[in-house]
């Protein structure tokens, strides 16, 4: 079946540094794929999206390629600030008449002033 | 006014008791969604529905139940609620022909005794 793997947290970083949060997936089709963020008490938001292979989602200095040889979705920021700290969660949507979200589990940063 | 809200925002019971969430949207979507959200585990896809006279099962559909009704309205309810289902529950919504994108409420916070 589809499934999302992501790294595990929590990610630590101090502010201004670079972030990476590892995302690969297993899927039968051509997913959607998806980032979104989870600030603390709240629900999650859509961060960024890519429909297919070699596209590039972008959204608040976050960015992720669409990897189809490697099955991956890569989260980068290049310098993150404290109001980063959240957690992160992969998604892919496969393109069937559901659109239903499967979930990574999603990674917790936490920047440091 | 939020687009998607979510009573109650906190509830605890006992084993046994019956419960109903309650999902309320402003958006017009015709798609709604129930998931369950447990440390580690992402998030989990109860039910989901498209309409009034559509209703879906998801992957962890056991021991609830819900109701459409209206397409606004979408109800989750825990028949006799046991502990293994505390969890944070998060009601959402997306439009038809947007795959993936999809719109979260804030979440309700259930604990079971």
């Known amino acids: 079946g589809n499934s999302v793997t992501q790294m595990e947290g929590p990610v630590t970083l101090s502010e201004e540094a670079f972030l990476t949060i590892n995302c690969t997936y297993t899927?039968?089709?051509?997913?959607?794929l998806f980032w979104y963020v989870q600030y603390p008490g709240e629900g999650l938001q859509l961060l960024l999206k890519?429909?297919?292979?070699?596209d590039k989602g972008s959204n608040k200095g976050f960015e992720a390629t669409y990897r189809k040889e490697t099955t991956s979705f890569h989260l980068e920021k290049g310098s993150v600030q404290v109001s980063d700290s959240a957690v992160y969660f992969c998604a892919l949507s496969e393109r069937d008449s559901s659109y239903k979200l499967i979930f990574g589990s999603g990674t917790r940063l936490l920047v440091r002033p | 006014d939020a687009d998607v809200t979510q009573t109650p925002r906190n509830r605890i019971t006992k084993t046994g008791k019956r419960i109903m969430l309650e999902c309320s949207q402003t958006?017009?979507?015709?798609?709604m969604y129930w998931y369950r959200q447990d440390p580690g585990l992402g998030l989990r896809l109860i039910y989901y529905s498209f309409d009034v006279k559509d209703i879906n099962k998801g992957e962890i559909s056991d021991g609830y139940s819900v109701s459409r009704q209206a397409q606004a309205k979408f109800s989750l309810s825990l028949e006799s609620a046991i502990p293994n289902q505390t969890a944070l529950y998060f009601c959402?919504?997306?439009?038809?022909?947007?795959?993936?994108?999809?719109?979260f409420g804030p979440g309700t916070r259930l604990t079971v005794l």
């Open positions: 958006k017009g979507h015709d798609r």
């Open positions: 899927a039968t089709g051509y997913p959607s």
């Open positions: 890519a429909t297919k292979a070699d």
């Open positions: 959402a919504t997306a439009p038809a022909r947007l795959a993936g994108e999809q719109f």
